[in-house]
Nanobody, 123 residues
Framework: QVQLVESGGGLVQAGGSLRLSCAGSGRTLSTYALGWFRQAPGKNREFVAA????????AYADSVKGRFTISRDNSKNTVYLQMNSLKPEDTAVYYCTATNGGWSVTPSAWPTWGQGTQVTVSS
């Protein structure tokens, strides 16, 4: 069974950058699609980005396209989310997720989740 642990969240000013990491354990993530979702207070969990197992194809929510970059290092069993030009509306708990099926923008399609890391962007 795969366990995921996120790190790298924090408080940053608008326009700043953060890099989130998500380390997997229990088994190799090299054949899994990996993703990031986020959930702001009072809102539903929403898709942010996903990357397929080879790492050569990724998808992004329109709201983060051009500002966020998802990447993976299969040798470290880790997925990253580089977040640049952060905005106050990016404030949320960010969750890492994994599936050995096809990726999806729907949270229920992803069976494995980390505990989340808080990102707060001040104006």
């Amino acid at each position: 069974q795969v366990q995921l642990v996120e790190s790298g969240g924090g408080l940053v000013q608008a326009g700043g950058s953060l890099r989130l990491s998500c380390a997997g354990s229990g088994r190799t993530l090299s054949t899994y699609a990996l993703g990031w979702f986020r959930q702001a207070p009072g809102k539903n969990r929403e898709f942010v980005a996903a990357i397929i197992w080879r790492g050569d194809s990724a998808a992004y929510a329109d709201s983060v396209k051009g500002r966020f970059t998802i990447s993976r290092d299969n040798s470290k069993n880790t997925v990253y989310l580089q977040m640049n030009s952060l905005k106050p509306e990016d404030t949320a708990v960010y969750y890492c997720t994994a599936t050995n099926g096809g990726w999806s923008v729907t949270p229920s399609a992803w069976p494995t989740w980390g505990q989340g890391t808080q990102v707060t962007v001040s104006s």
